[in-house]
């Protein structure tokens, strides 16, 4: 069974980095895209950060800048390193990945991780 494992997230202050990572369980797994999307209290889920299987990467305005994507081959997963972070940024964040499993294209998600920001 497929599943996308998170790790990272937490409290930092405004101004500080922390460093996300998503990599997917499961053999026989080829990956088209992995991102990451956010949600903060009473929003929507919006797009972060992704990358393709080519190494194209689209992020966010409001991020721009800020936040990198990568890809992490050994594990077959993404990395997502938060940078000058602010208090807006405070959201649940989730990986998601556009993956063909056994010639089938499906959408997974992770189960989300906090990333909170004081002022």
């Known amino acids: 069974q497929v599943q996308l494992m998170e790790s990272g997230g937490g409290l930092v202050q405004a101004g500080g980095s922390l460093r996300l990572s998503c990599a997917v369980s499961?053999?026989?797994?080829?990956?088209?895209?992995m991102g990451w999307y956010r949600q903060g209290p009473g929003k929507q889920r919006d797009l972060v950060a992704s990358?393709?299987?080519?190494?194209?990467?689209n992020y966010a305005d409001s991020v721009k800048g800020r936040f990198t994507i990568s890809r992490d081959n050994a594990k077959n997963g993404v990395h997502l390193q938060m940078n000058n972070l602010k208090p807006e940024d405070t959201a649940v964040y989730y990986c998601?990945?556009?993956?063909?499993?056994?010639?089938?294209?499906?959408?997974?998600w992770g189960q989300g991780t906090q990333v909170t920001v004081s002022s």
């Open positions: 998601q990945a556009v993956l063909y499993v056994s010639g089938s294209r499906n959408n997974y």
């Open positions: 499961g053999s026989a797994v080829s990956i088209v895209v």
């Open positions: 990358i393709s299987s080519g190494g194209f990467t």
